[in-house]
């Protein structure tokens, strides 16, 4: 076992007899946890290395595809003004899905004593995880805190200064207009835990297990100050795991496992940030069983051009419409009409800044009537991941 200290924290970790798990494991991991937290944390990339360089208003330039974001500055790091803190209390899990997770109380052999309580643990807890199949991970992390910008816009305009200066030591910046590349921003979301376990095997029917003084993925706290530490573990030669039971519920004490990013591009803000977004894209479609033609409309004004711009079309259902916008298209705004016998059903839904609203630059919004009966349409929340 290979034993890894940083400022608060134990990092025990379990490698392969066989082979040390490379730079290019932890990148293929860190992006297939992202794939699996972003099944409910939506826009959300995993720290699968317990990297401690994620924290809110780190500066840097983020690969997209696998989540690994490379530091630049720490200028903004928790600048008191734009970021704040709240305590949370909530346990993430997730898994592939040929992972098979038990847990139970065991007997502790010779019982242990709890060095902070001095209560001696005779009985603890047992997790064991089992991968059917090569290149599954499973990860459990108790969410302790949450760090977040309340206002990017004001940040990026008041510490434009600091983002450009670190911008020109890459080659995100055109050093002609000043304009930045989307990829580098700052981190502008940090989930920190406070207990937590990451596993993966490189191979088919890897198994792993460890033996707690208490549950460790669990989110409630422990009512005679037990800590929560761990006993024993054993695993495949196959599987590397990474666990932290911290001590206490302090910022020093935790690990960031999860954060979000805020791109900028050009000299604006993309909150959210997870892909590159070269246009936008509203997608106007008529619900199936939908009788109605569609006539839409669409106005809108970009950063460099004051000016009202329009398009317009229309659509007899079930067909449907793709309006592509410049990527700094602002105050878009939808209007539609539903022609009925005697008057038309007319909706209409305007966005200030779609960079920001859309996800992924994309938004769809759905009609619906039977004709020549009332209809109506509804903006619909993007499933995009």
């Avoid at 302790?144 to 200066?165: Q, R």
């Avoid at 604006?268 to 997870?274: A, F, K, V």
């Avoid at 039977?370 to 995009?384: F, G, H, Q, R, V």
Wanted: net charge neutral.
């Amino acid at each position: 076992m290979k034993i890894l200290k940083k400022t608060g924290l134990t990092l025990f970790v379990l490698l392969s007899s066989s082979s040390v798990f490379s730079a290019d494991d932890s990148s293929f991991w860190n992006q297939e946890l992202t794939n699996l937290m972003r099944s409910s944390k939506e826009n959300t990339f995993a720290n699968w290395s317990n990297d401690p360089s994620i924290q809110v208003g780190a500066i840097g330039y983020l690969n997209y595809l696998t989540g690994e974001f490379t530091l630049v500055s720490t200028d903004m790091v928790d600048d008191p003004v734009y970021f704040l803190t709240k305590r949370k209390d909530e346990k993430w899990e997730f898994s592939s899905k040929n992972t098979s997770k038990n847990s139970g109380e065991v007997k502790v052999d010779g019982g242990y004593l709890d060095p902070n309580s001095g209560v001696k643990v005779d009985v603890g807890m047992e997790h064991s995880w089992v991968f059917s199949k090569a290149k599954s991970l499973a990860a459990t992390y108790i969410i302790a805190v949450e760090a977040y910008t309340n206002n990017p816009y004001g940040l990026v305009a008041d510490k434009w200064d600091i983002i450009k200066s670190a911008a020109e030591k890459t080659p995100y910046i055109d050093h002609e207009t000043g304009d930045i590349s989307q990829g580098f921003g700052y981190i502008s979301g940090v989930k920190w835990a406070s207990r937590g376990v990451a596993i993966a095997s490189n191979d088919d029917e890897g198994q792993y297990s460890i033996v707690t003084s208490m549950n460790v993925t669990s989110p409630k706290k422990d009512q005679i100050g037990l800590t929560p530490k761990l006993i024993s573990e054993k695993g495949s030669n196959s599987v590397t795991a990474t666990k932290f039971p911290a001590t206490r519920d302090e910022i020093g004490e935790l690990v960031p496992v999860a954060f979000t990013f805020t791109s900028i591009d050009g000299k604006r803000p993309i909150n959210n940030w997870t892909q590159p977004i070269n246009q936008l894209e509203l997608i106007i479609n008529s619900k199936p069983g939908s009788t109605y033609i569609t006539k839409w409309q669409v106005a809108y004004k970009t950063v460099t051009n004051k000016n009202i711009q329009h398009k317009s079309g229309a659509f007899p259902a079930p067909q449907s419409a793709s309006v592509y916008l410049p990527k700094d298209a602002v105050d878009v705004q939808l209007s539609i009409k539903l022609p009925g016998v005697f008057s038309s059903n007319r909706c209409e839904v305007v966005w200030k800044d779609p960079i920001n609203q859309w996800n992924k630059g994309k938004k769809e919004v759905q009609t619906y009537g039977i004709w020549p009966a009332n209809a109506w349409c509804t903006e619909l929340k993007s499933s995009i991941r």
